[in-house]
C-alpha cells in the first residue's frame, strides 16, 4: 500500500494536508497534534488483509510524526465502525494465508494496545467482533447514542472463539465475570447496555461523537506525554507479552482450529446468513 497525500482541506492551510491509503483516511491536524484515522473499506469495514496492512502502515507513520500525540479512530462508513475480521479471509482459503492472516491481526492489536500515542475509539457504528477488539485497545470509547449500533465480541455466535489475548483486552476493560458471560453469550450490547458494563466510556448523540472524541483528546494530552506512556505500559505490558512469547503458537493454532471442516462450515453458513438477509 502507499501512503498518498491529498489536497488540504478547504480553509485549512497546511496542517490540514489528508493523507492515507486506498482503506484508511487520515486527517492529521499538526496545529493541534491530533489526526484522524478513518476506515474506509466499503460496505461494512471488514478487516481484509489489505486493510490491516494500511492501517498498520497508516498508525506507524502518525507514531514516527513526533508532531503527533493523538489519534481519533473512526469510520468513514455509514452506520458501521467495523464488522470486525473480514470472514472471507477465514473461510476457503489454505493454511498459509490463514496464517499470514493471522499474522496481521496479531500485528495490529500488538500496535494498538501500546501504542504512545493517545488512541481514542469515536464508534459511528456496528462494532462487533473484532470492531470492538479494536476499540477496546483504544485509551477511551465514545459510542453513538444509536440502538442499532450494537458493540462486543460476538464470536461465539459464529461458531468461533474469541483467542485468549481478545480475552484479555475485555477482562481488563469489563472485569472476568462480565467478560466471561459477555464472551461465551457472544453478547451484543446496546450503547446504554455498553456504558453500564464499561465497555465504552461515553455515549452521546452521533453527530455529537467526534466533537467529544476531541474534548476528551485536550484532556489526554493535558498529560505529560512521557508519564502517560509509562502508565500506559505499566497497565498494558503484561497482556502484550503473553501474545508475543507465543505469537508462532498462537498463529499455528488460529490455523488449525480455522481449518476444522466443522469451523469452515459455520463461517460459510453465517456468511450465507449475512447475504440471506438482505434478500
Ligand atoms: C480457542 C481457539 C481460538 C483460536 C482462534 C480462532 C478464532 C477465530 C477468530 C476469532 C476472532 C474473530 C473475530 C471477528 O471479527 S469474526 C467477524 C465477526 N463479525 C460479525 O459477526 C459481524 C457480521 N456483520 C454484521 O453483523 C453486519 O454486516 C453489520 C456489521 C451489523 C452491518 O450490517 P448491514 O449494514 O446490514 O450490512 P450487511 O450485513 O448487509 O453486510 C454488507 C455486506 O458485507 C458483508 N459482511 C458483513 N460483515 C462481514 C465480515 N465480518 N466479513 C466479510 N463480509 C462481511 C455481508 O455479507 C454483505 O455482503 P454482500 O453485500 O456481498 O451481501
Avoid at 470472514?87 to 499470514?100: F, I, R, S, V
Avoid at 457504528?125 to 440502538?147: E, F, K, M, Q, V
Avoid at 442499532?148 to 468461533?160: A, H, R, S, V
Avoid at 458494563?197 to 485536550?218: H, K, N, R, W, Y
Amino acid at each position: 500500500a502507499t501512503i498518498r497525500r491529498t489536497e488540504p482541506t478547504a480553509g485549512s492551510g497546511d496542517s490540514a494536508r489528508r493523507f492515507g491509503t486506498q482503506r484508511v483516511l487520515v486527517e492529521p491536524d499538526a496545529a493541534s497534534g491530533v489526526a484522524v484515522m478513518k476506515f474506509k473499506n466499503p460496505p461494512v469495514n471488514s478487516l481484509s488483509l489489505e486493510l490491516l496492512t494500511e492501517f498498520i502502515i497508516s498508525l506507524e507513520k502518525l507514531e514516527n510524526d513526533k508532531t503527533f500525540r493523538g489519534v481519533i479512530l473512526t469510520s468513514d462508513c455509514p452506520r458501521v465502525f467495523s464488522a470486525g475480521l473480514d470472514l472471507t479471509e477465514m473461510c476457503g482459503k489454505n493454511p498459509a494465508h490463514y496464517a499470514e492472516y493471522w499474522k496481521a491481526v496479531q500485528e495490529l492489536w500488538l500496535r494498538l494496545y501500546l501504542s504512545n500515542l493517545v488512541l481514542i475509539a469515536a464508534i459511528n457504528g456496528a462494532c462487533p467482533a473484532g470492531g470492538c477488539l479494536i476499540s477496546l485497545t483504544c485509551d477511551y470509547r465514545i459510542l453513538a447514542d444509536n440502538p442499532k449500533y450494537l458493540i462486543g465480541l460476538n464470536e461465539t455466535l459464529l461458531g468461533i472463539v474469541a483467542p485468549f489475548w481478545f480475552k484479555d483486552t475485555l477482562v481488563n476493560t469489563i472485569g472476568h465475570r462480565a467478560s466471561e458471560q459477555a464472551l461465551q453469550l457472544g453478547l451484543l450490547f446496546l450503547p446504554a447496555e455498553a456504558l453500564q458494563v464499561g465497555l465504552v466510556d461515553q455515549v452521546v448523540p452521533e453527530d455529537q461523537v467526534l466533537s467529544t472524541a476531541l474534548s476528551v483528546m485536550a484532556r489526554w494530552m493535558a498529560i505529560p506525554d512521557h508519564a502517560r506512556q509509562l502508565t500506559k505500559n505499566m497497565m498494558r505490558k503484561t497482556t502484550v507479552d503473553r501474545l508475543v512469547k507465543q505469537r508462532d503458537a498462537d498463529i499455528q493454532n488460529f490455523v488449525s482450529f480455522i481449518s476444522r471442516d466443522s469451523i469452515q462450515k459455520s463461517l460459510q453458513m453465517y456468511l450465507e446468513k449475512l447475504k440471506q438477509k438482505k434478500g
